[in-house]
């Protein structure tokens, strides 16, 4: 081979075959190797956030059970028009619901179809429930079947049901998200609920309000603690460090117990307001069961979140820096202001994204502190998962928390910047 040749042909690597080729080869290996070393991390992810989180959207929308259940009687009803004060389907419509509610209550399946309905419309439960198969197999088939039904019950002649049944038919609904804000469908086209059915929105309201305040509270209280510990010698920062790291050693119910005993009108708190005259024995303050309550519980239990990124950006802020501030001229508050808070912004955004994700989806200690004026949209969701089983509206709150959460965090790096975020 010439050297002509050699110079204008590909460079080869030590096997022969062309380096560039070779290189990619073993950059495509490299990161075969980092894949597979962050795969179980990946797939920890996968399993325990983003598919149930996937399962609680799909869950918001399904509305599967009146379509499965009734089938023919959904098909029957497409032609029929809800008119207020009007007549109930026809008679083909009722001959289609006897057929599914016989393989539906042979089936155990009845029920379920009155709970879901239950949510649209009060009474569907008991509804369904009295129209089991041993009345059923009572029915005279030679004979109408609509009045058989209104033997057993005079509600299989309202128009009403049958709209609930109709406008629930479809496989997604939207329904879930509509109560989720205090929205129902109606025969005249999306209402608001009735005012005193109206709790969700104001409950969304309460939440991010509470949470801000928390969120306000901490800062305020966490912030000279934080400058403290970073500027005491090392032997009293520890000290005072597992004085702030003792609250984890305890059980969170304890410490919402304990906020109880001390809260409450003959506590120890409103003994002690008595004792030196601020308050008269008998007007005592009401500092548990209100809001009151949820934001000095929470307040203490979610400071250590704030006193922790705080204190360890502060660490890495340099005395001299204050000092060379104040050999220029500049005041104690003009040094601080001026040279030492800007550094610390950092440690404050980090804080305070932490006590206010924390503070938003929190249930415990509301519930326990809270009362009526104190509870979170997340104890509300706790409810429909628990005692009332809707978890269709259940996933709804929960979608549109996540949702706002995202909306607030995009807010906030807008006007902070996420990557000013840091932990020292």
């Known amino acids: 081979m010439s050297?002509?040749?050699?110079?204008?042909?590909?460079?080869?690597?030590?096997?022969?075959?062309?380096?560039?080729?070779s290189l990619a080869r073993a950059l495509r290996r490299q990161k075969m190797r980092a894949l597979m070393l962050i795969a179980p991390l990946l797939l920890f992810i996968l399993i325990t956030f983003l598919?149930?989180?996937?399962?609680?959207l799909l869950r918001s929308v399904d509305n599967e059970i009146v379509s499965a259940t009734i089938p023919r009687t959904v098909q029957a009803l497409e032609d029929w028009e809800f008119v207020e004060g009007g007549a109930p389907p026809g008679e083909a419509v009722f001959e289609q619901l006897y057929e599914d509610m016989l393989i539906a209550t042979e089936q155990k399946i009845h029920t379920r179809l009155g709970s879901r309905l239950n949510y649209e419309m009060s009474g569907m439960s008991s509804l369904f429930r009295k129209t089991n198969e041993r009345r059923l197999g009572r029915f005279d088939l030679e004979e109408p079947l609509a009045p058989q039904f209104a033997d057993i019950d005079e509600d299989w002649l309202d128009p009403e049901v049958w709209f609930?049944?109709?406008?629930?038919?479809?496989?997604?609904?939207?329904?879930?998200?509509?109560?989720a804000v205090d929205l129902q469908r109606t025969?005249?086209?999306?209402?608001?609920v009735p005012d005193f059915s109206a709790i969700y929105v104001k409950l969304f309201v309460r939440t991010i309000i509470l949470s801000v305040t928390i969120t306000f509270t901490c800062l305020i209280l966490g912030y000279p603690i934080a400058w403290l510990l970073s500027n005491l010698p090392a032997k009293s920062a520890n000290l005072l460090l597992i004085l702030v790291l003792l609250p984890f050693w305890?059980?969170?119910?304890?410490?919402?117990?304990?906020?109880?005993?001390?809260?409450?009108?003959?506590?120890?708190?409103?003994?002690?307001?008595?004792?030196?005259?601020?308050?008269?024995?008998?007007?005592?303050?009401?500092?548990i069961n209100n809001a009151t309550g949820t934001v000095i519980a929470m307040?203490?239990?979610?400071?250590?979140?704030?006193?922790?990124?705080?204190?360890?950006?502060?660490?890495?802020?340099?005395?001299?820096y204050v000092r060379a501030a104040k050999s220029l001229g500049a005041t104690d508050w003009t040094a601080f202001w001026r040279v030492y808070f800007p550094q610390s912004v950092p440690g404050i955004g980090a804080g305070a994204i932490l006590v206010f994700i924390l503070a938003i989806g929190y249930y415990i200690t509301p519930e326990l502190v809270g009362g009526t004026d104190g509870t979170f949209i997340s104890n509300r969701i706790y409810y429909h998962i628990s005692s009332s089983l809707n978890w269709g509206l259940a996933a709804a709150l929960a979608t549109i928390l996540l949702a706002l959460v995202m909306v607030l965090y995009w807010i906030y790096d807008r006007m902070v910047g996420i990557d000013n975020v840091k932990l020292g």
């Open 3 to 21: 050297s002509t040749d050699m110079d204008t042909g590909p460079v080869l690597a030590a096997d022969g075959t062309p380096l560039k080729k």
């Open 51 to 56: 598919i149930p989180i996937g399962q609680m």
């Open 164 to 179: 609930t049944i109709q406008s629930n038919s479809d496989t997604v609904t939207a329904g879930y998200f509509l109560a």
């Open 187 to 192: 025969p005249d086209g999306i209402e608001s």
């Open 250 to 287: 305890t059980s969170l119910l304890v410490r919402t117990s304990a906020w109880k005993v001390l809260l409450q009108q003959q506590g120890v708190i409103n003994d002690i307001l008595v004792w030196i005259g601020l308050v008269a024995d008998d007007n005592r303050l009401a500092l």
């Open 299 to 320: 307040t203490h239990i979610l400071l250590p979140f704030m006193i922790l990124p705080l204190y360890s950006v502060m660490k890495t802020i340099p005395p001299s």
